[in-house]
T-cell receptor, first 113, second 114 residues
């Protein structure tokens, strides 16, 4: 079954702290793993994405860690800022399927000043 | 603004009525996707076009739903005989045709069926 499980559902972090969101998948055909950020009333926007040939990818304050054997991946937001307060979604798809994405349930992040 | 454009932004309709939404993708993107997002949930894939060809349809897409992309440009999503369970945000996204390029989402059309 194509499913992506995301945790936690909500997260409160102090400004400057590290936010960590975890996802697990079942379908071994998945080989593209993006993270999206969504603000209220807006569509999701791609933050960072990884393919399983690497175990970690960093872009600015955002890092994806990927564990292929465990079928898990996570998003780390370093030095979290109030402006990072949003809902974050992990997603996955087979590369051949482009962006026919299966999304996790989302994590609502609040960064307190 | 050259992003993905969706119209209308909001639609309120009575149960049983038909509704149609429009999506204008980024002009050079060959792939176009429709997703549905209910409150507090992640988007769910509905259907996918490569140019004008509809290549994939989710089991979520009942017979009351139909999507078109004439001439491989804009796309429409029609829901016939709307039900209260159809109330959701309908998101359109587009991406280049090569590999898993970044998918750009529109701001969505929020449908409320009363």
């Amino acid at each position: 079954q194509q499913q992506v499980k995301q945790s936690p559902q909500s997260l409160i972090v102090q400004k400057g702290g590290i936010s960590i969101i975890n996802c697990a998948y079942e379908n071994t055909a998945f080989d593209y793993f993006p993270w999206y950020q969504q603000f209220p009333g807006k569509g999701p926007a791609l933050l960072i994405a990884i393919r399983p040939d690497v175990s970690e990818k960093k872009e600015g304050r955002f890092t994806i860690s990927f564990n292929k054997s465990a079928k898990q991946f996570s998003l780390h937001i370093m030095d979290s800022q109030p402006g990072d307060s949003a809902t974050y979604f992990c997603a996955a798809s087979p590369l051949y399927a482009g962006n026919m994405l299966t999304f996790g349930g989302g994590t609502r992040l609040m960064v307190k000043p | 603004d050259t992003g993905v454009s969706q119209n209308p932004r909001h639609k309120i309709t009575k149960r049983g009525q038909n509704v149609t939404f429009r999506c204008d993708p980024i002009s050079e993107h060959n792939r176009l996707y429709w997703y549905r997002q209910t409150l507090g949930q992640g988007p769910e894939f509905l259907t996918y076009f490569q140019n004008e060809a509809q290549l994939e349809k989710s089991r979520l897409l009942s017979d009351r739903f139909s999507a078109e992309r004439p001439k491989g440009s804009f796309s429409t999503l029609e829901i016939q005989r709307t039900e209260q369970g159809d109330s959701a945000m309908y998101l359109c996204a587009s991406s280049p045709s090569q590999g898993a390029g970044e998918a750009f989402f529109g701001q969505g059309t929020r449908l409320t069926v009363v």
